[in-house]
C-alpha cells in the first residue's frame, strides 16, 4: 500500500515538474507593456514583449497563456517580431500562432504558441509585438437600463501578465471610452489619470502569478452584435459580381427596459437613449452599383451611399433604433465591376479575390458564412483564406442554369474587422460553358418554333379536310 502511494507521488511528481512547454523554463520575459483597450465592445490587447533566452538550448516558440473565461472569446491572436533597431524604423515579420494544448495546464488555462522565424539561440533576445482581440468581454451592470440612463460594464482582467514564464518588470494601461469610470481594483501601484489606468510597474512575478481586477466603467459605444451574417458572392462571367447580405444585428449590450418613446427618443437624443444606436456605417468596394436595402416589410430609403476612389461607404439607417437586447433584420445587395475581383492566375485558372468578413464598422459576427456562387461549369474551387475556416461545397441551381453553380461555403465563428482582409478562391472553367445558357435560351425558342410550326401544320391539315 505505502509503495503504490509512494509509486503514485512520484509519478505525481514527475507530472508535476513537466515544464509547460518544452522547454518553458529556458524563457523569460525582461520587460513587458500590455495596453488594452476597452474604448468600444471589441476588446484589443497589445502586447510588447522582450523575451530571453535564459537556458542552454536552442527555443523554437514561445507561450502565450490565457484564463479559461478570456480563451472562449477570443476573435484572433496575432504576432510579429520586431527587427531592427527600435530608435531607428524596425520591420515587423509575421510568426505563426496557433492554439495548442499543455497536458498540465492549471485550472483550465489555454495556450497559443508563437514559433520564432529561427530558433532563439541561449543568451539571445527577441522583441515580439502581439495582438489579441476578445469579444463578448464587457459585461453590462446593470444588466437592464432604461432609456435615459448610460450603460455602465464590467471588465474583467488581470492587472498581471498570466504567463508561464517569469517576467521581470512589466505594466498595463488600460484605455477607457471616457473619464466617467465608477471603480476599479487597485493593485498597488495602480492608479488613473484621464481616460488611462496603469497597473504596475511590477516587478519579478512568477510564472502563472495572477491578480484578478475587475473596472466598472462607462461605454456608450454602440454594442453592435450581427448574431449570423450570410453573405453570397455571385460570380457571373457576363459582366459582374452580385453580392446579397443577409443580416440578424443585435444590440449586445444592457438590456432595454420600460417602454420606448420614439417622441422622446428623437426629441432629446443628445440624453437618452446614449447606448442605443440609429445608423451604421458599411464600407464597400470602390465602383458598387445597383446599392439596395431592404428588410422583411420592404426597401429602406433611409440609406446614403458615397462612392470614392478606394472605398464607398454605406450608412444604413434601420426602420427604428436599436435599443440593447433589441433586433433588426435586413439585406444589402450591391453590385461590382468583375474585372476588379475576378482574375487569371498564371496556371491557367480563374480566382476571386475579395474581402472576407463584415464590411459594417466595429462589428462582431458570431456566425459568419461566406458562399461562393462559381458560374456554371466551374470545377475544383479551392479557397485560401489566411486563417482557419469551416469549408463545404453545394450546387445552387438558378434561371436557365442546366447543371447548377458549384457553390463553396465557408464558415467562421468569432470575426471582428481585423478578418476583413482578402481572401482567393481558385477554380477551373470551361470556356464552352459560357455558351450554356445563350444554348438554352436558343433551344427553348427553337422547340417553340417546332411547337408552332406543328400547331400550324396541324390546323391547316384540320382546315384542309
Ligand atoms: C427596391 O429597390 C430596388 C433597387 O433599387 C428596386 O429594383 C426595387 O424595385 C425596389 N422595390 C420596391 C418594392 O420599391
Ligand atoms: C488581392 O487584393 C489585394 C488588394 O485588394 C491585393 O493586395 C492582393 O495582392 C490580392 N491578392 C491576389 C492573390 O491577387
Known sequence: MTALVGAFSIILAIFLSLPAGSSSHDLQIVNAERRIDVSSHIVKTFLTLKVENTGKNSVPNMLLAFPPTQITHLATVQAMATVGKKKKKPTYLPLDVKPTDQPDAPSDTGYFSILFAKPLGPGETLSLEVLYILTHSLE??????????????????????????????????????????????????????????KYGPYENRPPYSYAPIIIHFENSSPFAVVEELVREIEISHWGSLQITESYRLAHGGARHKGVFSRVEYQSRHSLSGASSFKNLLAVLPPRVDSVYYRDEIGNISSSRLRTGFRKS????????????????????????????????????????????????????????????????GSRDPSAVVPFPVGQDLEVKYSY????????????????????????????????????????????????????????IHIDLTIGGK
Open 140 to 197: 453590462p451592470f446593470p444588466a437592464e437600463i432604461s432609456e435615459s440612463e448610460p450603460q455602465l460594464v464590467y471588465y474583467h482582467d488581470s492587472a498581471v501578465i498570466l504567463s508561464p514564464y517569469h517576467i521581470k518588470q512589466q505594466t498595463t494601461f488600460i484605455k477607457m471610452p471616457s473619464v466617467k469610470v465608477e471603480s476599479f481594483t487597485s493593485v498597488e501601484p495602480a492608479n488613473r489619470a484621464g481616460k488611462e489606468i
Open 313 to 376: 461607404e454605406l450608412e444604413i439607417e434601420p426602420r427604428y433604433p436599436l435599443l440593447g437586447g433589441w433586433r433588426a433584420t435586413f439585406v444589402i445587395g450591391y453590385r461590382v465591376p468583375l474585372e476588379d475581383f475576378l482574375f487569371e492566375s498564371p496556371d491557367g485558372r480563374r480566382y476571386l479575390n475579395f474581402t472576407f468578413g463584415c464590411p459594417l464598422v466595429e462589428t462582431v459576427v458570431d456566425k459568419l458564412t461566406v458562399k461562393v456562387v462559381l458560374p456554371e
Open 400 to 455: 436557365l442554369d442546366v447543371v447548377g453553380r458549384t457553390v463553396l461555403v465557408l464558415k467562421k465563428n468569432n470575426t471582428v474587422p481585423t478578418h476583413n482582409v482578402p481572401f482567393q478562391v481558385y477554380y477551373t472553367f470551361k470556356p464552352i460553358f459560357m455558351l450554356a445558357e445563350p444554348f438554352m435560351l436558343v433551344s427553348a425558342f427553337f422547340l417553340f418554333f417546332v411547337a408552332s410550326l406543328a400547331y
